[in-house]
């Protein structure tokens, strides 16, 4: 039986306008920087190679277990996701895992549901109610796709009206996101 490649990429770089002039990746939340959250809970999921997008070097310390793949402060969503698939596609990955570092609540269980409905002819994406998000599982065969998108998109916008994307359940709270310091404060 032939093993699948499979890369996971916590996409770290984005600008954070709403959030002021703190990284709000390094903002404390529950204790430690809010980046800490997802990567640690990434690095409880059976991939072959962990790979952080990140544009600040503050950073760099607290990925210590990631491989890590620089890009242009000021960078759009788009540029984060074509910095992953870029990675995945030169080591040979046949599925890309996303994960967002402004997502603390995702339990490993959520990422491991997602990677196991995912096969190199269909995606896999967290789904609560008619909304998707992150963590989303990407087959090698979308890369190109993937790798047109422009501004501040991710899979997302492909992914809403494929009808071969398997749509993993999940309560709601799980797919919270941090965009603001209010955001933050409420999740604490």
């Not at 599925?95 to 490993?108: E, K």
């Not at 998108?149 to 991710?154: A, V, W, Y």
């Not at 071969?164 to 933050?184: K, N, S, Y």
Request: aromatic fraction near 2%; charge should be negative.
């Amino acid at each position: 039986m032939k093993m699948t490649r499979t890369i996971g990429a916590l996409l770290a770089a984005g600008i954070s306008r709403r959030f002021g002039a703190e990284d709000k990746l390094l903002a404390p939340f529950r204790g430690r920087p809010l980046a800490t959250h997802a990567a640690h809970a990434l690095l409880a999921v059976p991939v072959d190679e962990r790979v952080a997008v990140i544009s600040s070097p503050a950073l760099r310390p607290l990925l210590a277990d990631y491989e890590i793949v620089e890009v242009a402060p000021g960078c759009q969503q788009s540029d984060s996701l074509r910095a992953a698939i870029d990675h995945a596609e030169a080591v040979g990955a046949e599925l890309l895992l996303i994960v967002l570092a402004d997502m603390p609540r995702v339990p490993p269980s959520l990422m491991r549901q997602v990677l196991e409905h995912a096969a190199a002819d269909r995606p896999a994406s967290a789904w609560a109610g008619n909304h998707g998000a992150p963590p989303v599982c990407l087959p090698a065969s979308m890369f190109d796709e993937l790798r047109a998108l422009d501004g501040d998109r991710g899979a997302g916008s492909l992914l809403r009206g494929a009808p071969e994307v398997v749509r993993v359940p999940c309560m709601p709270h799980l797919l919270a996101d941090i965009d603001t310091p209010e955001d933050l404060a409420r999740l604490q």
